[in-house]
């Protein structure tokens, strides 16, 4: 709603937003490639846009993180992301 309100327009934004992981050792379930397709959509659906333009995992703390970026190559495939990435990553 925010974004809509605010009157800029759209191509005039540089949206980006982050999959969370997951990490067992927390108790959080690690994504799958399934999964991380799901979230960057329900992502868009809460931001009420078509795609954003940077998608990024988190942080290094899921032993499925390779699967996760390959959904991740997915998503840019599909639209949904104009580009990719990893935060938090020191190696």
Known sequence: KALAACGIPREELFITTKLFPGYSKWGAPEKTYEDTITACKTSLKELQVDN????????????????????LVELKRLGL?????VSNYDQ
């Open 81 to 85: 992301t104009k580009y990719i990435g």
């Open 52 to 71: 954003v333009d940077l998608y990024l995992i988190h942080g290094p703390f899921a032993s499925t993180r390779i699967d996760q970026y390959k959904a």
